[in-house]
Each structure stands twice: as structure tokens, then as C-alpha cells.
């Protein structure tokens, strides 16, 4: 059974900067596309970014271009978000997404709250 396990959130000031780390186990990471969610108080959950099996191509929510990046190490099982220029609408609860064809697990998420 697959698992993902996120950490790195805390808090932030608007204009700095986190990176949130997902650690994967009980399945194939590399054949996996990867993404990153998030979920504020009272909306829905979005997608943030995405990065598929290889050749790790990468797409981003119109929010977050140019300010997030998105990047994995197949060999650490791992997959990464980092958050540049955080803006207090950044605030949420971001989870781990994996996802190969029907199969997808979900991570538990991390709160992100980004104030002053």
C-alpha cells in the first residue's frame, strides 16, 4: 500500500520563502506523476503543480507561476515544492498527490500560513 508522508510547512511572512518535502514508499515513485494540492479554509481543493514520471514535465496553477517549483529525486522517493514570494493567500493545507493511471494516494498534508 502506497504512502506519502509531506513536511516543511510553518509559517511564513508574505514575501518569503518554504519548500515542503513528500516522502513516498509502498510503490513505484518514478512511474508516477507527482503533484501538489492545497485547500483553504472554506474552498475547494486546488492543484497547484504537477510533475510527471519522466521526462518530468511540470505545469503550474496560474497562482503560483513563477513563484513555485516543482521537482522530484527518484532515487530519495521524494518530490518537492518550493515556495518563493509567499503571499498570505498562499495560506492552506497542501497535500501529496501520486497518481498513475487508476491507482493515486494521497498524502495527510501540511499547514502553509503565510502572515505577518
Known amino acids: 500500500q502506497g504512502q506519502l508522508v509531506e513536511s516543511g510547512g510553518g509559517l511564513a511572512q508574505p514575501g518569503g520563502s518554504l519548500t515542503l518535502s513528500c516522502a513516498a514508499s509502498?510503490?513505484?515513485?518514478?512511474?508516477?506523476?507527482m503533484s501538489w494540492f492545497r485547500q483553504a479554509p472554506g474552498k475547494e481543493r486546488e492543484l497547484v503543480a504537477t510533475?510527471?514520471?519522466?521526462?518530468?514535465?511540470?505545469t503550474y496553477a496560474d497562482s503560483v507561476k513563477g513563484r513555485f517549483t516543482i521537482s522530484r529525486d527518484n532515487a530519495k522517493n521524494t518530490v518537492y515544492l518550493q515556495m518563493n514570494s509567499l503571499k498570505p493567500e498562499d495560506t492552506a493545507v497542501y497535500y501529496c498527490?501520486?497518481?498513475?493511471?487508476?491507482?493515486?494516494?494521497w498524502g495527510q498534508g501540511t499547514q502553509v500560513t503565510v502572515s505577518s
Open positions: 498527490y501520486a497518481r498513475l493511471t487508476y491507482r493515486y494516494y
Open positions: 510533475i510527471t514520471s519522466p521526462p518530468h514535465r511540470t
Open positions: 509502498g510503490f513505484t515513485f518514478s512511474s508516477y506523476a
